[in-house]
T-cell receptor, first 111, second 117 residues
Framework: QKEVEQNSGPLSVPEGAIASLNCTYSDRVSQSFFWYRQYSGKSPELIMSIYSNGDKEDGRFTAQLNKASQYVSLLIRDSQPSDSATYLCAVNPGSNYQLIWGAGTKLIIKP | GAVVSQHPSWVICKSGTSVKIECRSLDFQATTMFWYRQFPKQSLMLMATSNEGSKATYEQGVEKDKFLINHASLTLSTLTVTSAHPEDSSFYIC?????????????FGPGTRLTVL
């Protein structure tokens, strides 16, 4: 069964520090990887997508992909209290455009 | 760009009634739309995949006769919860994949909170 694993947390990070969120996936042929942020009571919003090995930066966010080790991570620099949310990792393991979702990591940024 | 709307944002209904939820892609054409359900403090659960002009594909354990999905155009998909019961109370979220791109990025609507009394 194709799986995406995330630590449920909560992960507590002081304001201004770097928050590091990790995700592993089971299907080696996966090609597309996504990080979504979900605030309590709201729907998910896309933060980053990554398709190639290495780092991809967008503002304070950096996604890192290592296909050989089957993990993808999200770094949030200069963490703000507004970054407190649940972060969902999603992987497309094939060609039918469905995503396999992790259960999410709850991130708490402490002022 | 890539804005998805849902209507209504919340609905309260009596047990046994049917509720229709609309999902629209506002600034793009969506070949594929997805319907999810999320219970409190739980992860997203995919209910069905809807392709324009064809029947929806339901996930295992999701009753297709209870959750009717129609994807009649490239910008609109509807989910009808028929004969709703209190256990159907949940947060229903749709997402859409943009037609013109070859990527599989999903853009989410704001969700519909259904409460069945």
């Amino acid at each position: 069964q194709k799986e995406v694993e995330q630590n449920s947390g909560p992960l507590s990070v002081p304001e201004g520090a770097i928050a590091s969120l990790n995700c592993t996936y089971s299907d080696r042929v996966s090609q597309s990887f996504f990080w979504y942020r979900q605030y309590s009571g709201k729907s998910p919003e896309l933060i980053m997508s990554i398709y190639s090995n290495g780092d991809k930066e967008d503002g304070r966010f950096t996604a890192q992909l290592n296909k050989a080790s089957q993990y993808v991570s999200l770094l949030i620099r200069d963490s703000q209290p507004s970054d407190s949310a649940t972060y969902l990792c999603a992987v497309n393991p094939g060609s039918n455009y469905q995503l396999i979702w992790g259960a999410g990591t709850k991130l708490i940024i402490k002022p | 760009g890539a804005v998805v709307s849902q209507h209504p944002s919340w609905v309260i209904c009596k047990s046994g009634t049917s509720v229709k939820i609309e999902c629209r892609s506002l600034d793009f054409q969506a070949t594929t739309m997805f319907w999810y359900r999320q219970f409190p403090k739980q992860s997203l659960m995919l209910m069905a995949t809807s392709n324009e002009g064809s029947k929806a594909t339901y996930e295992q354990g999701v009753e297709k006769d209870k959750f009717l999905i129609n994807h009649a155009s490239l910008t609109l998909s509807t989910l009808t919860v028929t004969s709703a019961h209190p256990e159907d109370s949940s947060f229903y979220i749709c997402s859409a994949r943009e037609r013109r791109t070859s990527t599989d990025t999903q853009y989410f609507g704001p969700g519909t909170r259904l409460t069945v009394l």
